[in-house]
């Protein structure tokens, strides 16, 4: 305390008017050890009690420190005090009332940040980027950052500037980007002439790829608000491509033609229109110098990105493009790893510098993959992910050629991870795409799949992986549909299935057991809910997989489904966590809707759970029950009547309870309404229709769950087309609210004009119209959004 004491009397001296006192402070000053320094300059800075200007000169010379000694100092601090520094700025830009003091520290924190990014660019301190973003009015991290990269003298810190501002917009919500757009962009664009005119002349161009980068990242963030400012910088980055052919040019090449398709996909086809040729035959030039391009050129990379971005603002009109950039597309994606089997000996020749990765096998022998060019073919294989989803049939003629790359490359652990889930998620596209070819031509290409799809579900590690290739398989059952899958399939997949459930409960024992654990911690906590959270990941793919396989071979599955039924059922026990519950209802949810009414042999185990969970304490489980008791009224039969009846009031209870439409719990209240509706609906025997229908009215209309809101619409156009007296209200007294549930269901996208009740809510309407008395009373209730919604509906359906 008392050498802190002594430290503010030196921060005083140090603003003496008095030569002498301030020249004998600077040297106290230059003698004190510069961890000692950032310490008393914090405490300094924290302290509420300290006057203002001490505060302030601790502030100015703990940034002149980081800037001019920063390598000397930080990296000899250590880890603990490296995090109580960051933790201390933070805090204190939370906490300091003054604006002065609280701008001074910001710029310490940029400073600071700066100097945490390493060569590649990354930045090592990456809470102080969503820090300052949450903190909204210290924007000076910006201002700071630009006028460091305005600094013509050192262009090493002006390209970490640089670096520190693609890290900042690409953490930065486009909201809290906006107000500060115009500033931002006028400064890149004098710093990018200044940078293009220095690289003309001088040939340097280090700068120059790190703002090129920043501006690509602006746009990407930006958005459609882009646009005004494209004009500004399309001609000067075209001029880029077109003459930076020279070798040392590449990486800013590569980094210009990734900015230019990245601004073309920020403000859209319609702008990017009159650019797009140009463009397109400077990439096609670069396209056919391509296989005189080295291996390790990193215009490879940027040129395969980009024309995936193409393909989004194109669209269909980039077919035409495919002959030129298939080729190159599929040799990079066609990257062969070299592989090698090794004994302890050869693994000492080797080291994972050399870019090798290695798994153990155990008897002193390691499986080895040289990892070079992996990340190249991960990127070519996502682009080919890209042209399937976006071109549709249009892509068909390469189907074939890409099937039999994908296939394979599923179950090849080693590679990097992004390789398989491209590989997992091109499976249902190119299925679409081939459809075109006949069933016969389909049905070919899915025998070519399934099995390598299913035994990478039983055989993948990774679980991220695994729930991408889950996924994918069940969507591939959706688009075939009954038949796709043999006795054997069934008989492996079934296993698989079992084997996950079985895993999964084990796991969550696991957990338990190390809850009691004497070393157990908030960390391990963090760590075993991590594990939860993927584990019921996998469980939900689990719920997808049979639901494909019920909606596409309904009751006949059942048999087949009977090996995994205790488990189902033990997910449903009332001492399961919730999303156990959730989930094992849904498996039970498509049981009814698609195994009816031969589901009713298994209601001993699923009603009163059911039932029961329509009061659950948890939203998701409340949803999945209700969800549960529409299927019974539509899909279920005679034998669900009573539950039906039964359901009904709790149902009600859910809907009117106070806190129904709160965030967390609107959708499960939306399935309720929906619910209720299908069984007036389907089994109006079930309940007093006319008692309940005029409160089911003021419950409309649906705004979240927009596949029950389509039900909800259904219902009504059945009541309105039979005129219910009820709905209809005494003279059409209801019609001005019909209008307003109609209108806010089309201005919240709840109807869509694909929808096949959007052309008898437009009919209701223009019966409507015939009235001019009755229409005015009707439109007069709605607002500008509404009316202009209603007028929408009238055009599209």
């Known amino acids: 305390m008392a050498e802190q004491q002594q430290f503010y009397l030196l921060l005083g001296n140090l603003m003496s008017p008095d030569n002498n006192v301030r020249k004998q402070a600077e040297e106290t000053y230059d003698t004190i050890p510069g961890q000692n320094k950032i310490t008393f300059l914090l405490q300094a800075i924290r302290d509420a009690s300290a006057a203002e200007e001490v505060k302030q000169m601790a502030a100015v010379l703990l940034r002149r420190l980081l ?28 906490q300091e009332t003054s604006p002065n003091i609280r701008k001074k520290v910001c710029d310490i924190a940029a400073e600071l940040s700066r100097n945490l990014i390493d060569d590649d660019g990354n930045n090592q301190w ?46 930065c919500p486009k909201s809290l980007l906006i107000p500060y757009l115009d500033s931002l962009v006028q400064h890149l664009h004098v710093i990018m002439v200044a940078k293009l005119q220095e690289l003309i002349q001088k040939g340097t161009k280090l700068v120059l790829e790190q703002v090129v980068t920043s501006i690509a990242s602006v746009a990407d963030t930006a958005e459609e608000k882009f646009v005004p400012y494209y004009d500004l910088f399309m001609p000067s980055l075209k001029h880029i491509v077109e003459n930076a052919v020279q070798k040392e040019l590449r990486l800013l090449r590569g ?31 670069t396209q056919t110098d391509f296989n ?45 790893p070299e592989v090698a089997l090794l004994d302890t000996q050869d693994m000492e020749n080797i080291s994972e510098d050399d870019g090798w990765e290695f798994v153990n096998l155990g008897d002193q022998q390691s499986f080895g993959i040289k990892t ?5 073919k991960a990127t070519a294989c996502q682009m080919l992910v890209c042209y399937a989803k976006e071109l549709k049939e249009g892509f068909v003629e390469y189907t074939e050629q890409v099937v039999k790359l994908m296939v394979p490359l599923l179950n090849v652990p080693l590679t990097v991870s992004r390789v398989r889930v491209a590989a997992a998620e091109s499976m249902p596209l190119l299925l679409e795409c081939a459809r075109v070819r006949g069933p016969e031509y389909l049905t070919q290409m899915w025998h070519f799949m399934c099995d390598a799809l299913i035994k990478a579900i039983g055989t993948e590690p990774d679980s991220d992986v695994l729930s991408e290739i889950m996924h994918s398989f069940a969507k591939c059952i959706e688009l075939m549909g009954d038949g796709c899958l043999n006795n054997e399939h069934f008989e492996e997949l079934g296993g698989i299935l079992k084997g996950k459930l079985e895993e999964h409960f084990k796991n969550q024992e696991l957990r338990q057991a190390k809850r009691q654990d004497e070393d157990y911690d908030e960390q391990v906590e963090e760590t075993l809910q991590d594990e939860d959270e993927n584990d019921v990941y996998i469980l939900t793919k689990v719920s997808d997989i049979l639901h494909s ?45 698609h195994c009816s009414p031969s589901s009713f042999k298994y209601a001993e185990y699923f009603l009163r759970p059911m039932v029961q969970s329509l009061c659950d304490s948890s939203p998701e489980v409340r949803q999945a029950a209700a969800y549960g008791v529409g299927v019974m009224a539509q899909y279920g039969g005679e034998n669900y009547r009573p539950f039906c009846t039964e359901a009904l009031p709790l149902l009600i209870r859910v809907i009117q309870a106070a806190d129904s439409r709160s965030k967390e719990n609107v959708n499960a209240t939306e399935n309720c309404i929906s619910a209720v509706g299908k069984v007036m609906r389907f089994r109006p025997e079930c309940v007093n229709v006319n008692e ?106």
């Open 67 to 94: 800037s001019s000694s920063f390598e000397e100092i930080y990296p000899g601090l250590t880890l603990e005090m490296q995090t109580a520094v960051k933790t201390e700025l933070l805090t204190s830009i939370q």
């Open 126 to 171: 990456p809470e102080v980027l969503k820090f300052l973003l949450i903190m909204h009015p210290y924007f000076q991290v910006i201002s700071a950052l630009l006028q460091t990269m305005e600094d013509q003298s050192n262009p090493r810190v002006q390209a970490h500037a640089a670096a520190a501002l693609i890290n900042f917009t690409e953490d």
């Open 255 to 285: 980094k210009t033609i990734e900015c230019i398709s990245l601004i073309g996909l920020a403000v859209g086809k319609e702008k990017f229109m009159p650019d797009a040729s140009a463009v397109m035959q400077l990439l096609l030039k």
């Open 292 to 336: 005189d391009l080295e291996d390790d050129d990193p215009q490879i990379s940027y040129m395969i990105s980009a024309w995936a971005r193409m393909c989004k603002i194109l669209g269909k009109e980039f077919q035409q493009y495919l002959p030129v950039v298939m080729g190159p597309l599929m040799k990079t994606a066609s990257i062969k």
């Open 372 to 376: 070079a060019g992996l990340e190249e």
């Open 549 to 593: 396989v019920f909606s596409s071979y309904k009751e006949k599955v059942l048999p087949w489904f009977e090996q995994l039924l205790q488990l189902i059922v033990q997910l449903i026990c009332p001492n399961r966590p919730w999303a156990d519950r959730q989930w094992g209802l849904c498996i039970f949810d498509d049981v009814v809707e």
């Open 692 to 797: 309940i229908l005029p409160h089911w009215l003021s419950w409309l209309p649906l705004n979240e769950d927009k596949e029950e809101a389509v039900h909800t619409f259904d219902f009504l156009c059945d009541l309105i087309e039979s005129n219910n007296p009820i709905v209809l209200g005494p003279d059409n007294s209801n019609l001005p609210k019909i209008f307003l549930i109609i209108a806010e269901g089309v201005a919240n996208e709840s109807v869509k004009s694909e929808d096949a009740c959007s052309k008898r809510l437009a009919n209701v309407i223009r019966q409507v119209q015939v009235s001019a008395g009755l229409w005015t009373q009707c439109v007069s209730t709605l607002n500008e959004t509404q009316q202009k919604a209603i007028q929408d509906l009238l055009n599209t359906a």
